[in-house]
């Protein structure tokens, strides 16, 4: 198992892989990134991933110089060559190399630069200690949140903050005191036998994850809303979980150091993580046996 880098096209190892100092994203943050995993070997949720990374380059205006079948590519390639059984797969792409450390766009000279970063799937903690935190959640009028970019300060800070608080991770609100996201996931919670959410109106990102929990819940039947929660909603909440790419769903057990649901993942979040993981693997397969389908086609014609 191997932790590879592809720059620009050329796959080497983490330790080997060189971006120039003029890098805009390494001045300024100025990038967008992806996080997405496999299951089974198998590429989950590209296609969402992808169009969000396009959205994001809109909104930091510019446009990808990639298409689709180029990303994915270059993805597999660096994929074959790490040959983890389930990886990680992190893409990067900054505003290129300027002609001179200066934030004005009239240097962003180009062109853009495509990194893809592939490790062995991550062993995620199966709960999490939530602390809401002082620092708030940047306005979407500064830099949106929507837009998963590489300055991701406000995260970083707030994921400390938290930390230094006995917490795993943190719970950030916007200047009207409605709860937004964790620092690298959404949040989900339930009240009275409804599923409650942040609206993205509020400042969050929207989470792959978080979309396809809705989808899920909603085909079968549960109660789910997209619903502005305050942070005395989030306390006294029956059940609270995190959702992301790596995670799927985490129960929260501890908001500000008191227990929720006496301090253990309650039965609603525990049935759900295991009905989503089987829904997401069962997508999985359904993948894999498209593709063997494709290949076994394409060596018979």
Request: aromatic share 6%; glycine share 8%; charged share 25%.
């Amino acid at each position: 198992m191997s932790n590879l880098c592809n720059v620009d096209g050329v796959v080497s190892s983490e330790a080997d892989a060189r971006i120039p100092v003029l890098d805009r994203g390494f001045l300024f943050g100025d990038s967008i990134y992806e996080v997405i995993r496999t299951r089974r070997g198998i590429l989950f949720g590209w296609r969402e991933h992808l169009d969000r990374l396009r959205l994001s380059a809109e909104g930091l205006g510019f446009a990808l110089d990639l298409d689709d079948a180029e990303i994915l590519r270059r993805i597999d390639a660096t994929l074959r060559a790490a040959g983890n059984p389930d990886s990680y797969v992190r893409i990067l792409v900054t505003r290129g190399t300027g002609s001179a450390p200066n934030i004005d766009l009239a240097y962003a000279t180009g062109p853009l630069r495509w990194v893809v970063m592939v490790r062995a799937l991550p062993t995620m903690a199966s709960t999490a200690r939530v602390q809401i935190i002082d620092r708030l959640r940047n306005d979407r009028r500064a830099l949106d949140p929507a837009v998963k970019s590489g300055n991701y300060l406000n995260n970083v800070l707030g994921l400390a903050e938290a930390k230094a608080q006995g917490a795993t991770d943190c719970l950030s609100l916007d200047a009207h005191g409605n709860a937004t996201e964790a620092s690298t996931s959404n949040i989900f919670v339930l009240r009275q036998g409804r599923l409650i959410t942040p609206p993205l109106r509020v400042g969050i990102l929207a989470g792959i994850t978080r979309q396809m929990l809705l989808d899920f819940c909603r085909a079968r039947g549960d109660q789910v809303a997209e619903a502005d929660l305050s942070a005395a909603d989030v306390r006294t909440a029956d059940e609270v979980f995190l959702s992301s790419t790596l995670r799927d769903v985490a129960p929260v057990t501890h908001i500000d150091g008191a227990p929720v649901h006496e301090g253990t993942p309650g039965p609603f979040t525990m049935r759900l993580l295991a009905d989503f993981s089987a829904y997401c693997d069962r997508r999985a397969r359904e993948m894999e046996d498209r593709k063997s389908t494709r290949l076994n086609s394409s060596h018979s014609s």
